[in-house]
């Protein structure tokens, strides 16, 4: 079930063969919060975290598991969560529809 936000947040994902990435824009509090995939030898998500005064701070995602993140940030990967599990059900529900 999707996480209500009450940041007013707009979803863009991005996606090819390679490469992932989703961004969340809050409207409310002019904050980002990017997810994205990078290409080496082995894959690594990193998330970046673009407050308002528009600092940006980028960590990667098994970094952020050992270490934790501010509240702020956690708020944010939250929704994205559900964000990603809703996306994956319909993608389930898609998939089995054409089978």
């Known amino acids: 079930m999707l996480i209500p ?3 007013i947040p707009v979803i863009s994902i991005t996606t090819d063969a390679d490469n992932f990435l989703l961004q969340v824009n809050y409207f409310k509090d002019h904050t980002k919060l990017i ?5 080496s030898r082995q894959p690594q998500h990193v998330v970046t975290f673009i407050n308002s005064e528009r600092q940006s701070r980028s960590w990667f995602l098994a970094d952020l598991a ?3 993140a501010s ?3 956690r708020e944010r990967m939250a929704y994205v969560a559900s964000v990603l599990e809703e996306f994956a ?3 389930q529900q898609m998939c089995f ?3």
Do not use: Y
């Open 5 to 7: 936000s009450p940041l």
């Open 35 to 39: 997810v994205g995939s990078l290409e």
């Open 66 to 68: 050992r270490r934790g």
């Open 71 to 73: 509240s702020q940030v």
């Open 89 to 91: 059900e319909l993608d």
């Open 97 to 99: 529809r054409q089978s």
